[in-house]
C-alpha cells in the first residue's frame, strides 16, 4: 500500500471539536508537524473531514 505524508497547516484553536479529535487521532498537535500513515479508506475518510487543515502527499 502507499503511504501518505499529512502535515498540519492550520491552527486548530476555534474549530470544531470532531475536527480536533480527528487531528488528535491522527497524531498531529502544531502547526508544521508531520506524520505518515497507509493509505486506506478510514485514513481518506478522515483527511476529508479535515482537509482545509492538513496538506497531504504520496511517498
Known sequence: MA??????????N??????KRTLEALGLKKIG???EHEDTPALRGQL???DYLV???SL
Do not use: F, G, M, Y
Not at 503511504?3 to 486548530?12: D, V
Not at 476555534?14 to 475536527?19: A, E, G, I, M, S
Open 3 to 12: 503511504k501518505l505524508k499529512i502535515t498540519l497547516k492550520k491552527s486548530k
Open 33 to 35: 508537524q508531520s506524520v
Open 14 to 19: 476555534n474549530r470544531l471539536t470532531k475536527h
Open 48 to 50: 476529508r473531514q479535515v
Open 55 to 57: 496538506e497531504v502527499e
